[in-house]
Protein backbone atom coordinates (compact mmCIF):
# COMPACT_ATOMS: atom_id res chain seq x y z
CA UNK A 1 0.00 0.00 0.00
CA UNK A 2 1.10 3.21 -0.47
CA UNK A 3 -0.12 6.37 0.12
CA UNK A 4 -1.98 7.40 -2.82
CA UNK A 5 -4.19 4.20 -2.80
CA UNK A 6 -7.52 5.61 -2.38
CA UNK A 7 -10.48 3.39 0.04
CA UNK A 8 -14.03 3.83 -0.07
CA UNK A 9 -15.74 5.12 2.66
CA UNK A 10 -17.50 2.98 4.91
CA UNK A 11 -21.16 3.17 5.63
CA UNK A 12 -21.80 0.31 7.41
CA UNK A 13 -25.00 0.75 8.74
CA UNK A 14 -26.34 1.20 5.25
CA UNK A 15 -26.65 -2.52 4.47
CA UNK A 16 -29.63 -2.81 7.31
CA UNK A 17 -30.91 0.30 7.58
CA UNK A 18 -33.43 2.01 5.78
CA UNK A 19 -34.11 6.00 6.04
CA UNK A 20 -36.02 7.49 7.89
CA UNK A 21 -39.85 8.40 7.53
CA UNK A 22 -38.71 12.27 7.91
CA UNK A 23 -35.17 14.81 8.52
CA UNK A 24 -34.97 18.05 9.17
CA UNK A 25 -32.76 18.59 6.36
CA UNK A 26 -33.02 16.50 3.09
CA UNK A 27 -29.80 17.55 0.35
CA UNK A 28 -30.28 15.71 -3.34
CA UNK A 29 -27.01 14.83 -4.33
CA UNK A 30 -23.92 13.59 -2.73
CA UNK A 31 -21.34 15.44 -4.47
CA UNK A 32 -18.56 18.16 -2.82
CA UNK A 33 -21.28 21.01 -2.34
CA UNK A 34 -24.30 18.85 -0.62
CA UNK A 35 -21.86 17.08 1.85
CA UNK A 36 -19.94 19.64 2.75
CA UNK A 37 -23.07 21.72 3.45
CA UNK A 38 -24.33 18.31 5.37
CA UNK A 39 -20.66 18.63 7.47
CA UNK A 40 -21.78 22.75 8.28
CA UNK A 41 -25.63 21.74 9.38
CA UNK A 42 -23.89 19.36 11.95
CA UNK A 43 -20.56 20.97 13.21
CA UNK A 44 -21.59 24.82 13.30
CA UNK A 45 -25.13 24.50 13.95
CA UNK A 46 -25.60 21.03 15.53
CA UNK A 47 -28.18 20.29 12.91
CA UNK A 48 -28.09 16.22 12.60
CA UNK A 49 -30.90 15.18 11.70
CA UNK A 50 -30.11 15.39 7.59
CA UNK A 51 -29.96 13.43 5.34
CA UNK A 52 -27.95 13.52 1.68
CA UNK A 53 -29.28 11.28 -0.98
CA UNK A 54 -27.69 10.33 -3.63
CA UNK A 55 -28.65 8.73 -6.93
CA UNK A 56 -25.35 7.08 -7.52
CA UNK A 57 -22.35 6.75 -5.04
CA UNK A 58 -20.90 9.86 -3.58
CA UNK A 59 -18.36 12.23 -5.42
CA UNK A 60 -19.51 9.93 -8.91
CA UNK A 61 -21.05 12.90 -10.48
CA UNK A 62 -18.60 16.53 -11.29
CA UNK A 63 -17.15 16.54 -7.87
CA UNK A 64 -14.97 13.30 -8.73
CA UNK A 65 -14.63 14.74 -12.39
CA UNK A 66 -13.00 17.99 -12.38
CA UNK A 67 -9.22 19.11 -12.35
CA UNK A 68 -9.07 20.06 -9.04
CA UNK A 69 -7.92 23.41 -9.18
CA UNK A 70 -8.82 25.84 -6.07
CA UNK A 71 -8.33 29.81 -7.13
CA UNK A 72 -10.23 33.11 -5.93
CA UNK A 73 -9.20 35.28 -9.38
CA UNK A 74 -12.42 36.11 -10.46
CA UNK A 75 -13.75 39.02 -12.56
CA UNK A 76 -16.10 40.46 -10.31
CA UNK A 77 -15.81 41.76 -6.37
CA UNK A 78 -18.39 39.68 -5.23
CA UNK A 79 -17.06 36.67 -6.69
CA UNK A 80 -13.60 37.25 -5.44
CA UNK A 81 -14.54 37.45 -2.02
CA UNK A 82 -16.78 34.61 -1.94
CA UNK A 83 -14.13 32.29 -3.31
CA UNK A 84 -10.80 33.92 -1.56
CA UNK A 85 -12.99 32.71 1.17
CA UNK A 86 -13.12 29.49 0.49
CA UNK A 87 -9.64 29.27 -0.60
CA UNK A 88 -8.55 29.90 2.57
CA UNK A 89 -11.22 27.32 3.95
CA UNK A 90 -9.60 24.81 1.71
CA UNK A 91 -6.27 25.63 3.47
CA UNK A 92 -7.91 24.72 6.93
CA UNK A 93 -9.47 21.78 5.83
CA UNK A 94 -7.03 19.28 6.72
CA UNK A 95 -7.17 20.72 10.33
CA UNK A 96 -10.90 21.26 10.18
CA UNK A 97 -11.56 17.35 9.03
CA UNK A 98 -8.29 15.61 10.27
CA UNK A 99 -8.53 14.40 6.93
CA UNK A 100 -6.18 14.06 4.04
CA UNK A 101 -6.97 15.89 1.41
CA UNK A 102 -3.92 16.04 -0.42
CA UNK A 103 -3.71 19.95 -0.17
CA UNK A 104 -0.61 21.81 -1.95
CA UNK A 105 0.03 25.33 -3.03
CA UNK A 106 0.35 25.63 -6.79
CA UNK A 107 0.45 29.18 -8.11
CA UNK A 108 -1.37 29.85 -11.18
CA UNK A 109 -0.36 31.81 -14.07
CA UNK A 110 -2.86 33.13 -16.46
CA UNK A 111 -1.06 33.54 -19.48
CA UNK A 112 -1.88 36.45 -22.26
CA UNK A 113 -0.82 35.82 -25.95
CA UNK A 114 -1.45 39.22 -27.14
CA UNK A 115 -1.54 43.14 -25.96
CA UNK A 116 -5.22 42.89 -25.77
CA UNK A 117 -5.05 40.02 -23.65
CA UNK A 118 -2.32 41.16 -21.39
CA UNK A 119 -4.31 44.45 -20.70
CA UNK A 120 -6.88 42.00 -19.24
CA UNK A 121 -4.45 40.04 -17.77
CA UNK A 122 -3.50 42.90 -15.86
CA UNK A 123 -6.84 44.52 -15.38
CA UNK A 124 -7.53 40.93 -13.39
CA UNK A 125 -4.67 41.36 -11.35
CA UNK A 126 -5.05 44.63 -10.22
CA UNK A 127 -8.65 43.76 -9.48
CA UNK A 128 -7.68 41.18 -7.57
CA UNK A 129 -4.90 42.69 -5.47
CA UNK A 130 -7.82 45.66 -4.82
CA UNK A 131 -9.89 43.18 -3.53
CA UNK A 132 -7.38 41.60 -0.96
CA UNK A 133 -6.36 38.74 -3.51
CA UNK A 134 -2.86 38.64 -3.76
CA UNK A 135 -1.90 38.79 -7.62
CA UNK A 136 0.19 40.40 -10.23
CA UNK A 137 0.99 40.98 -13.67
CA UNK A 138 4.59 38.96 -14.64
CA UNK A 139 6.13 39.45 -18.10
CA UNK A 140 7.60 36.71 -20.14
CA UNK A 141 10.92 36.82 -17.94
CA UNK A 142 9.10 36.32 -14.75
CA UNK A 143 6.99 33.65 -16.54
CA UNK A 144 9.95 31.64 -17.26
CA UNK A 145 11.66 32.04 -13.69
CA UNK A 146 8.48 30.06 -12.43
CA UNK A 147 7.41 27.22 -14.94
CA UNK A 148 10.82 26.84 -17.14
CA UNK A 149 9.54 24.53 -19.70
CA UNK A 150 7.37 27.56 -21.11
CA UNK A 151 8.03 27.87 -24.45
CA UNK A 152 7.77 31.91 -24.55
CA UNK A 153 7.33 32.08 -28.43
CA UNK A 154 4.12 30.36 -27.91
CA UNK A 155 5.54 27.97 -31.18
CA UNK A 156 5.72 30.91 -32.92
CA UNK A 157 2.24 31.47 -32.89
CA UNK A 158 1.67 32.51 -29.23
CA UNK A 159 4.50 34.30 -27.79
CA UNK A 160 3.61 34.55 -23.80
CA UNK A 161 3.50 38.67 -23.43
CA UNK A 162 3.18 37.53 -19.69
CA UNK A 163 0.37 36.92 -17.19
CA UNK A 164 -1.99 37.74 -14.43
CA UNK A 165 0.58 35.46 -11.16
CA UNK A 166 -2.45 34.15 -8.05
CA UNK A 167 0.49 32.49 -5.90
CA UNK A 168 -1.95 31.39 -3.46
CA UNK A 169 -3.94 28.73 -5.92
CA UNK A 170 -3.94 24.92 -4.60
CA UNK A 171 -4.83 21.73 -5.60
CA UNK A 172 -6.35 19.32 -3.76
CA UNK A 173 -7.67 15.42 -4.30
CA UNK A 174 -11.41 15.52 -5.21
CA UNK A 175 -12.58 11.97 -4.01
CA UNK A 176 -10.90 13.13 -0.12
CA UNK A 177 -12.61 16.20 -0.06
CA UNK A 178 -15.60 14.53 -0.74
CA UNK A 179 -15.15 11.33 1.82
CA UNK A 180 -13.74 13.88 4.28
CA UNK A 181 -16.56 15.96 4.88
CA UNK A 182 -18.84 12.43 4.61
CA UNK A 183 -16.95 11.48 7.10
CA UNK A 184 -17.21 13.89 9.14
CA UNK A 185 -21.11 14.34 8.74
CA UNK A 186 -21.74 10.97 9.37
CA UNK A 187 -19.22 10.78 12.71
CA UNK A 188 -21.99 13.50 13.79
CA UNK A 189 -25.11 11.69 13.02
CA UNK A 190 -26.20 12.59 9.45
CA UNK A 191 -26.83 10.00 6.99
CA UNK A 192 -25.91 9.37 3.64
CA UNK A 193 -27.87 7.24 1.66
CA UNK A 194 -25.87 6.42 -1.74
CA UNK A 195 -28.18 4.29 -4.84
CA UNK A 196 -31.01 6.41 -3.48
CA UNK A 197 -32.51 8.44 -6.89
CA UNK A 198 -34.67 11.09 -6.11
CA UNK A 199 -37.81 11.10 -8.87
CA UNK A 200 -39.98 13.55 -7.56
CA UNK A 201 -40.76 16.29 -4.75
CA UNK A 202 -43.41 16.22 -2.33
CA UNK A 203 -45.48 19.72 -2.16
CA UNK A 204 -47.66 20.43 -0.13
CA UNK A 205 -49.93 23.76 -1.33
CA UNK A 206 -47.04 25.74 -2.40
CA UNK A 207 -44.38 24.25 -0.20
CA UNK A 208 -41.95 21.76 -0.75
CA UNK A 209 -42.11 19.03 1.80
CA UNK A 210 -39.81 16.71 1.12
CA UNK A 211 -38.84 14.03 -1.73
CA UNK A 212 -39.85 11.26 -3.38
CA UNK A 213 -37.63 8.41 -3.68
CA UNK A 214 -37.42 5.10 -5.77
CA UNK A 215 -38.22 3.60 -2.59
CA UNK A 216 -40.60 5.64 -0.91
CA UNK A 217 -41.28 9.33 0.62
CA UNK A 218 -39.27 11.38 2.87
CA UNK A 219 -40.38 14.12 4.42
CA UNK A 220 -38.03 17.21 5.39
CA UNK A 221 -38.52 20.12 6.52
CA UNK A 222 -35.86 21.71 3.96
CA UNK A 223 -35.09 20.25 0.89
CA UNK A 224 -31.70 21.43 -1.02
CA UNK A 225 -30.48 20.90 -4.13
CA UNK A 226 -27.06 20.16 -4.72
CA UNK A 227 -27.36 18.27 -7.93
CA UNK A 228 -25.34 19.12 -11.31
CA UNK A 229 -26.03 18.76 -14.35
CA UNK A 230 -29.74 17.35 -13.78
CA UNK A 231 -30.45 20.31 -11.73
CA UNK A 232 -33.15 21.47 -14.25
CA UNK A 233 -35.35 18.27 -13.78
CA UNK A 234 -35.10 18.61 -10.19
CA UNK A 235 -35.84 22.25 -10.03
CA UNK A 236 -39.15 21.64 -12.75
CA UNK A 237 -40.75 19.49 -9.71
CA UNK A 238 -40.88 22.40 -7.86
CA UNK A 239 -41.99 24.83 -10.63
CA UNK A 240 -38.63 26.78 -10.88
CA UNK A 241 -37.25 27.85 -14.17
CA UNK A 242 -33.58 28.21 -14.11
CA UNK A 243 -30.75 29.91 -15.96
CA UNK A 244 -29.37 26.84 -16.52
CA UNK A 245 -27.49 24.86 -19.40
CA UNK A 246 -26.27 21.77 -19.46
CA UNK A 247 -23.17 20.74 -20.78
CA UNK A 248 -20.25 18.20 -20.94
CA UNK A 249 -16.84 19.79 -19.65
CA UNK A 250 -14.15 17.04 -20.92
CA UNK A 251 -10.69 16.34 -18.91
CA UNK A 252 -7.97 14.42 -19.01
CA UNK A 253 -4.81 12.70 -17.37
CA UNK A 254 -1.39 11.99 -19.15
CA UNK A 255 1.18 9.78 -17.65
CA UNK A 256 3.50 10.61 -14.73
CA UNK A 257 6.32 13.36 -15.09
CA UNK A 258 9.47 13.15 -13.01
CA UNK A 259 10.15 16.87 -13.05
CA UNK A 260 8.39 19.42 -10.76
CA UNK A 261 5.94 21.37 -12.69
CA UNK A 262 5.23 24.44 -10.05
CA UNK A 263 2.02 25.42 -11.00
CA UNK A 264 -1.32 25.65 -12.36
CA UNK A 265 -0.49 27.09 -15.91
CA UNK A 266 -3.85 28.76 -17.83
CA UNK A 267 -3.90 30.47 -21.10
CA UNK A 268 -6.34 33.10 -21.74
CA UNK A 269 -6.26 33.51 -25.53
CA UNK A 270 -5.52 29.62 -26.20
CA UNK A 271 -8.51 28.48 -23.56
CA UNK A 272 -6.78 25.56 -21.49
CA UNK A 273 -5.23 25.03 -18.57
CA UNK A 274 -2.91 22.14 -17.43
CA UNK A 275 -1.40 21.48 -13.92
CA UNK A 276 0.57 18.44 -12.45
CA UNK A 277 -0.87 16.00 -10.17
CA UNK A 278 0.48 14.85 -6.49
CA UNK A 279 1.14 11.71 -8.43
CA UNK A 280 3.66 13.80 -11.27
CA UNK A 281 0.53 13.14 -14.09
CA UNK A 282 -0.51 16.03 -15.85
CA UNK A 283 -4.51 17.23 -15.66
CA UNK A 284 -5.56 18.95 -19.02
CA UNK A 285 -8.64 20.68 -19.69
CA UNK A 286 -10.41 23.76 -21.81
CA UNK A 287 -13.95 24.82 -22.67
CA UNK A 288 -16.98 22.96 -22.18
CA UNK A 289 -18.14 21.37 -25.34
CA UNK A 290 -20.33 24.67 -27.15
CA UNK A 291 -23.55 22.57 -27.41
CA UNK A 292 -25.97 21.42 -24.59
CA UNK A 293 -25.30 17.93 -23.71
CA UNK A 294 -26.33 14.98 -20.78
CA UNK A 295 -23.76 12.92 -22.28
CA UNK A 296 -20.64 11.89 -19.76
CA UNK A 297 -19.12 10.93 -22.94
CA UNK A 298 -15.28 11.99 -24.48
CA UNK A 299 -14.42 12.58 -27.60
CA UNK A 300 -10.92 12.35 -29.85
CA UNK A 301 -11.64 15.71 -31.51
CA UNK A 302 -11.29 17.33 -27.84
CA UNK A 303 -8.52 15.74 -26.96
CA UNK A 304 -6.70 16.23 -29.96
CA UNK A 305 -7.75 20.25 -29.80
CA UNK A 306 -6.50 20.57 -26.03
CA UNK A 307 -2.90 18.13 -26.87
CA UNK A 308 -2.21 20.96 -29.68
CA UNK A 309 -2.80 24.10 -27.31
CA UNK A 310 -1.07 22.17 -24.54
CA UNK A 311 2.47 21.48 -26.59
CA UNK A 312 2.33 24.86 -28.20
CA UNK A 313 3.42 26.47 -24.81
CA UNK A 314 4.79 23.55 -23.19
CA UNK A 315 6.56 21.51 -25.95
CA UNK A 316 7.63 18.94 -23.25
CA UNK A 317 4.14 17.53 -23.05
CA UNK A 318 4.81 16.00 -26.67
CA UNK A 319 6.48 13.22 -24.77
CA UNK A 320 3.25 12.39 -22.17
CA UNK A 321 1.02 9.65 -23.23
CA UNK A 322 -2.86 10.55 -22.61
CA UNK A 323 -3.65 7.55 -19.62
CA UNK A 324 -7.46 8.02 -19.09
CA UNK A 325 -10.10 11.42 -20.21
CA UNK A 326 -13.35 11.78 -18.50
CA UNK A 327 -16.29 14.05 -19.01
CA UNK A 328 -18.34 15.77 -16.54
CA UNK A 329 -21.99 17.66 -17.49
CA UNK A 330 -21.95 20.70 -15.86
CA UNK A 331 -24.63 22.93 -14.64
CA UNK A 332 -23.64 25.76 -17.14
CA UNK A 333 -25.63 29.63 -15.92
CA UNK A 334 -26.06 31.81 -17.91
CA UNK A 335 -24.09 34.48 -16.59
CA UNK A 336 -21.49 32.16 -15.77
CA UNK A 337 -22.29 32.45 -11.37
CA UNK A 338 -23.39 30.37 -9.37
CA UNK A 339 -27.10 30.06 -7.86
CA UNK A 340 -27.64 29.80 -4.29
CA UNK A 341 -30.43 29.46 -1.56
CA UNK A 342 -33.70 31.10 -1.95
CA UNK A 343 -35.69 29.53 -4.97
CA UNK A 344 -38.80 31.44 -4.40
CA UNK A 345 -40.42 28.28 -3.32
CA UNK A 346 -40.69 27.58 0.50
CA UNK A 347 -38.60 24.75 1.67
CA UNK A 348 -36.65 24.68 -1.24
CA UNK A 349 -33.51 25.90 -1.32
CA UNK A 350 -30.89 25.28 -4.42
CA UNK A 351 -26.94 25.37 -4.94
CA UNK A 352 -26.06 24.96 -8.47
CA UNK A 353 -24.71 27.34 -11.61
CA UNK A 354 -21.72 25.60 -10.52
CA UNK A 355 -20.53 24.72 -14.24
CA UNK A 356 -16.62 24.02 -14.77
CA UNK A 357 -15.85 25.62 -11.86
CA UNK A 358 -17.41 24.15 -8.78
CA UNK A 359 -14.86 22.41 -7.05
CA UNK A 360 -13.20 25.44 -5.49
CA UNK A 361 -16.46 26.43 -4.05
CA UNK A 362 -17.37 23.59 -2.22
CA UNK A 363 -15.86 25.08 1.39
CA UNK A 364 -17.65 28.49 1.27
CA UNK A 365 -20.42 27.11 -0.05
CA UNK A 366 -21.51 24.20 2.22
CA UNK A 367 -20.65 26.66 5.08
CA UNK A 368 -22.38 29.60 3.81
CA UNK A 369 -25.26 27.65 3.00
CA UNK A 370 -25.92 25.46 5.82
CA UNK A 371 -25.83 29.01 7.75
CA UNK A 372 -28.43 30.14 5.73
CA UNK A 373 -30.56 26.77 6.34
CA UNK A 374 -29.78 27.19 10.26
CA UNK A 375 -30.47 30.73 10.45
CA UNK A 376 -33.61 31.36 7.64
CA UNK A 377 -31.32 34.40 6.89
CA UNK A 378 -29.19 34.63 3.55
CA UNK A 379 -25.75 35.39 4.55
CA UNK A 380 -24.08 38.39 3.12
CA UNK A 381 -20.96 36.46 1.11
CA UNK A 382 -23.86 34.35 -0.81
CA UNK A 383 -26.98 37.37 -1.25
CA UNK A 384 -25.51 38.68 -4.81
CA UNK A 385 -25.61 35.22 -5.88
CA UNK A 386 -29.10 34.42 -5.16
CA UNK A 387 -31.93 33.01 -8.51
CA UNK A 388 -34.19 36.34 -8.01
CA UNK A 389 -31.03 38.26 -9.06
CA UNK A 390 -31.79 38.06 -13.22
CA UNK A 391 -35.32 39.77 -12.15
CA UNK A 392 -33.44 42.60 -10.41
CA UNK A 393 -31.28 43.16 -13.60
CA UNK A 394 -28.53 42.45 -11.41
CA UNK A 395 -26.76 39.42 -12.90
CA UNK A 396 -22.93 38.84 -12.16
CA UNK A 397 -21.82 38.24 -15.39
CA UNK A 398 -18.37 36.63 -15.11
CA UNK A 399 -17.74 34.20 -18.24
CA UNK A 400 -13.90 35.23 -18.74
CA UNK A 401 -12.73 34.03 -15.36
CA UNK A 402 -14.21 30.63 -15.83
CA UNK A 403 -10.92 29.63 -17.92
CA UNK A 404 -13.69 27.18 -19.73
CA UNK A 405 -15.67 29.47 -21.52
CA UNK B 1 -17.87 11.99 -30.90
CA UNK B 2 -20.85 13.90 -32.12
CA UNK B 3 -21.07 12.85 -36.14
CA UNK B 4 -23.68 15.85 -37.23
CA UNK B 5 -25.89 14.86 -40.72
CA UNK B 6 -26.15 17.90 -42.84
CA UNK B 7 -29.23 17.75 -45.37
CA UNK B 8 -26.82 18.94 -48.00
CA UNK B 9 -23.43 16.96 -47.60
CA UNK B 10 -24.22 14.23 -45.07
CA UNK B 11 -23.01 13.11 -42.44
CA UNK B 12 -19.55 14.62 -40.82
CA UNK B 13 -17.69 15.05 -37.77
CA UNK B 14 -18.61 17.67 -35.35
CA UNK B 15 -15.30 19.85 -35.78
CA UNK B 16 -16.53 20.28 -39.73
CA UNK B 17 -19.55 22.47 -38.10
CA UNK B 18 -20.01 25.56 -35.98
CA UNK B 19 -22.98 25.20 -33.19
CA UNK B 20 -25.69 28.31 -34.10
CA UNK B 21 -28.02 28.26 -30.73
CA UNK B 22 -31.47 26.36 -29.96
CA UNK B 23 -34.68 28.24 -30.15
CA UNK B 24 -35.58 29.92 -26.93
CA UNK B 25 -39.42 29.68 -25.92
CA UNK B 26 -41.13 31.32 -22.87
CA UNK B 27 -44.15 29.53 -21.58
CA UNK B 28 -47.20 30.74 -22.15
CA UNK B 29 -48.09 30.37 -18.55
CA UNK B 30 -45.53 33.63 -17.91
CA UNK B 31 -47.96 36.50 -18.79
CA UNK B 32 -46.14 39.56 -17.35
CA UNK B 33 -44.09 41.76 -19.92
CA UNK B 34 -41.36 42.31 -17.69
CA UNK B 35 -41.09 38.50 -16.41
CA UNK B 36 -41.13 37.41 -20.20
CA UNK B 37 -38.19 39.66 -20.86
CA UNK B 38 -36.27 38.48 -17.82
CA UNK B 39 -37.10 34.66 -19.36
CA UNK B 40 -36.28 35.77 -22.68
CA UNK B 41 -33.02 37.05 -21.83
CA UNK B 42 -31.66 34.54 -19.15
CA UNK B 43 -33.91 31.14 -18.27
CA UNK B 44 -33.13 27.86 -20.21
CA UNK B 45 -35.61 24.92 -20.89
CA UNK B 46 -32.30 22.71 -21.05
CA UNK B 47 -34.50 19.51 -21.92
CA UNK B 48 -32.98 16.10 -21.17
CA UNK B 49 -34.20 14.80 -24.99
CA UNK B 50 -34.94 16.00 -28.12
CA UNK B 51 -33.99 19.39 -28.97
CA UNK B 52 -34.50 21.76 -31.90
CA UNK B 53 -31.34 23.85 -32.73
CA UNK B 54 -29.49 25.26 -35.49
CA UNK B 55 -26.38 24.15 -37.29
CA UNK B 56 -24.23 25.88 -39.67
CA UNK B 57 -21.71 23.36 -42.56
CA UNK B 58 -18.43 25.62 -42.06
CA UNK B 59 -16.55 23.03 -44.03
CA UNK B 60 -19.15 22.21 -46.44
CA UNK B 61 -21.50 23.61 -48.22
CA UNK B 62 -21.83 26.36 -45.87
CA UNK B 63 -25.43 26.47 -45.14
CA UNK B 64 -27.38 26.92 -41.68
CA UNK B 65 -29.69 24.03 -41.17
CA UNK B 66 -32.50 23.11 -38.62
CA UNK B 67 -31.81 19.85 -36.70
CA UNK B 68 -33.33 17.98 -33.88
CA UNK B 69 -30.76 16.12 -31.31
CA UNK B 70 -31.80 14.16 -27.93
CA UNK B 71 -29.36 15.82 -25.43
CA UNK B 72 -28.99 12.23 -23.84
CA UNK B 73 -28.28 10.23 -26.58
CA UNK B 74 -26.86 12.54 -29.70
CA UNK B 75 -29.64 10.96 -31.79
CA UNK B 76 -30.64 12.83 -34.70
CA UNK B 77 -34.33 13.31 -35.90
CA UNK B 78 -36.00 14.96 -38.51
CA UNK B 79 -37.27 18.34 -37.35
CA UNK B 80 -41.51 19.30 -37.84
CA UNK C 1 -1.94 11.41 -64.80
CA UNK C 2 -3.24 14.94 -64.68
CA UNK C 3 -1.00 17.64 -63.57
CA UNK C 4 -0.63 17.40 -59.74
CA UNK C 5 -0.42 21.12 -59.09
CA UNK C 6 -3.46 23.59 -57.35
CA UNK C 7 -4.14 26.33 -59.84
CA UNK C 8 -6.60 28.65 -59.03
CA UNK C 9 -9.63 28.28 -61.68
CA UNK C 10 -12.11 31.05 -63.23
CA UNK C 11 -15.17 30.61 -63.02
CA UNK C 12 -18.77 32.16 -62.18
CA UNK C 13 -20.36 32.08 -58.64
CA UNK C 14 -24.40 31.71 -58.86
CA UNK C 15 -26.70 32.33 -56.09
CA UNK C 16 -30.26 31.98 -57.27
CA UNK C 17 -33.75 30.21 -56.70
CA UNK C 18 -32.85 26.36 -56.84
CA UNK C 19 -35.21 25.91 -60.13
CA UNK C 20 -33.54 28.63 -61.81
CA UNK C 21 -30.30 26.78 -60.99
CA UNK C 22 -31.64 23.13 -61.67
CA UNK C 23 -32.57 24.61 -65.69
CA UNK C 24 -30.10 26.43 -66.38
CA UNK C 25 -28.64 26.45 -69.90
CA UNK C 26 -25.38 26.36 -69.11
CA UNK C 27 -22.47 27.37 -71.17
CA UNK C 28 -20.45 25.28 -73.76
CA UNK C 29 -17.51 23.46 -72.04
CA UNK C 30 -18.08 24.53 -68.53
CA UNK C 31 -18.16 22.02 -65.58
CA UNK C 32 -21.22 22.90 -62.58
CA UNK C 33 -20.25 22.04 -59.24
CA UNK C 34 -23.66 22.06 -56.97
CA UNK C 35 -22.52 23.22 -53.81
CA UNK C 36 -25.96 23.70 -52.24
CA UNK C 37 -29.76 24.00 -53.63
CA UNK C 38 -29.13 27.67 -54.01
CA UNK C 39 -25.85 27.99 -55.33
CA UNK C 40 -23.25 27.00 -57.79
CA UNK C 41 -19.88 27.26 -59.31
CA UNK C 42 -19.89 26.92 -63.06
CA UNK C 43 -16.13 26.79 -63.94
CA UNK C 44 -14.96 27.95 -67.13
CA UNK C 45 -17.25 29.23 -70.35
CA UNK C 46 -19.01 32.16 -70.40
CA UNK C 47 -20.97 34.03 -68.47
CA UNK C 48 -24.43 31.91 -67.43
CA UNK C 49 -28.01 33.76 -67.96
CA UNK C 50 -30.66 32.10 -65.56
CA UNK C 51 -34.24 32.77 -65.88
CA UNK C 52 -34.23 33.99 -61.97
CA UNK C 53 -34.33 38.16 -62.12
CA UNK C 54 -32.65 38.17 -58.48
CA UNK C 55 -30.31 36.12 -59.37
CA UNK C 56 -26.36 36.65 -58.19
CA UNK C 57 -24.07 35.95 -61.10
CA UNK C 58 -20.34 36.79 -60.19
CA UNK C 59 -17.04 36.00 -61.82
CA UNK C 60 -15.71 33.64 -58.97
CA UNK C 61 -11.61 33.51 -58.77
CA UNK C 62 -11.47 32.01 -54.93
CA UNK C 63 -11.10 28.51 -55.68
CA UNK C 64 -8.26 26.27 -56.47
CA UNK C 65 -8.48 22.72 -58.14
CA UNK C 66 -6.38 19.76 -59.76
CA UNK C 67 -7.93 16.53 -61.00
CA UNK C 68 -7.10 13.57 -59.38
CA UNK C 69 -7.08 10.14 -61.17
CA UNK C 70 -8.74 7.18 -59.14
CA UNK C 71 -5.88 6.01 -57.91
CA UNK C 72 -4.82 9.43 -56.61
CA UNK C 73 -8.16 10.07 -55.16
CA UNK C 74 -8.15 6.49 -53.11
CA UNK C 75 -5.15 7.50 -51.54
CA UNK C 76 -6.32 10.98 -50.94
CA UNK C 77 -9.38 9.24 -49.27
CA UNK C 78 -7.83 6.74 -47.28
CA UNK C 79 -5.23 8.77 -46.07
CA UNK C 80 -7.49 12.11 -45.57
CA UNK C 81 -10.76 11.66 -45.45
CA UNK C 82 -12.31 11.27 -42.01
CA UNK C 83 -16.41 10.50 -43.33
CA UNK C 84 -17.63 8.04 -46.23
CA UNK C 85 -17.55 9.45 -49.96
CA UNK C 86 -20.71 8.98 -51.71
CA UNK C 87 -21.36 6.02 -53.83
CA UNK C 88 -22.94 7.49 -56.86
CA UNK C 89 -20.64 8.96 -59.62
CA UNK C 90 -21.14 11.69 -60.84
CA UNK C 91 -21.40 13.60 -56.95
CA UNK C 92 -20.13 16.46 -54.96
CA UNK C 93 -18.57 15.95 -51.72
CA UNK C 94 -17.90 18.34 -49.22
CA UNK C 95 -16.21 18.24 -45.66
CA UNK C 96 -12.58 18.33 -44.44
CA UNK C 97 -9.96 17.01 -46.37
CA UNK C 98 -7.11 16.89 -43.84
CA UNK C 99 -8.35 18.96 -41.91
CA UNK C 100 -8.81 21.48 -44.67
CA UNK C 101 -12.95 22.80 -45.77
CA UNK C 102 -12.60 21.48 -49.32
CA UNK C 103 -14.83 19.71 -52.10
CA UNK C 104 -14.58 16.61 -54.39
CA UNK C 105 -16.06 16.63 -57.44
CA UNK C 106 -16.40 12.94 -58.16
CA UNK C 107 -16.77 12.32 -61.90
CA UNK C 108 -18.23 9.04 -63.83
CA UNK C 109 -14.72 8.60 -65.38
CA UNK C 110 -13.45 7.51 -61.40
CA UNK C 111 -11.37 10.92 -61.75
CA UNK C 112 -12.35 13.75 -59.32
CA UNK C 113 -11.57 17.29 -59.32
CA UNK C 114 -10.47 18.32 -56.18
CA UNK C 115 -11.42 21.77 -54.96
CA UNK C 116 -10.00 24.34 -52.33
CA UNK C 117 -10.25 27.91 -51.56
CA UNK C 118 -7.13 29.70 -52.66
CA UNK C 119 -6.31 31.16 -49.46
CA UNK C 120 -5.96 27.36 -48.14
CA UNK C 121 -4.79 25.66 -51.45
CA UNK C 122 -1.06 26.21 -49.82
CA UNK C 123 -1.85 24.97 -46.45
CA UNK C 124 -4.19 21.80 -48.06
CA UNK C 125 -1.00 21.03 -50.54
CA UNK C 126 1.50 20.76 -47.67
CA UNK C 127 -0.62 18.34 -45.49
CA UNK C 128 -1.94 16.08 -48.38
CA UNK C 129 1.73 16.40 -50.42
CA UNK C 130 0.74 17.95 -53.88
CA UNK C 131 3.44 20.03 -55.23
Known sequence: MNEFVETLLDLPWQADHAPKAAYDVVIIGGGGHGLATAYYLATRHGITNVAVLDASYIGAGNTGRNTTIIRANYGIPESVAFYRHSLHMYADLEAETGCWIMHANRPQLWMAHSVSTARTEQARALMNEACGVPSRFIGPDECAEIVPQLDLTGGGRYPIHGASFHPEAATARHDRVAWAYAQGALRRGVHIWQHTPVVDLLRSGDRVTGVQTAAGPIRAGTVLSAVGGNVTTVAGWAGVRLPIRTHALQAFVTNAYAQEFPGVVSSNDLVFYVSQGPRGQFLMGAEFDRYASYQQATSYTYVQSVARKAITVLPFLAKARILRGWTGICDVSTDFSPILGDTGVDGFLLSTGWGTWGFKAIPAAGEQLALRIATGATPALIAPFGLDRFAKEAAMADPSSAGTR | ?80 | MAERTLTPLAGWRIVAEPGAIDVAPWPDGAEVVRISADDAFVIGGAQPDLADPHAIVTPEHGFAGVVLDADALSRLAECHVEWQLPEGRPALAQGQIAGVPGKLVLREDGSALLLVACAAAHELAERVGLT
Not at chain 2, 5 to 16: A, D, L, N, Q, S
Not at chain 2, 22 to 33: A, E, G, K, M, N
Not at chain 2, 44 to 71: K, L
Open chain 2, 1 to 80: MLRVTCPTCGTRPYEEFRYGSLFPVTPDSITDPDARQVDHAWMQDNVAGPITERWFHEAGCRRWFTAVRDTRTDAWSQPD
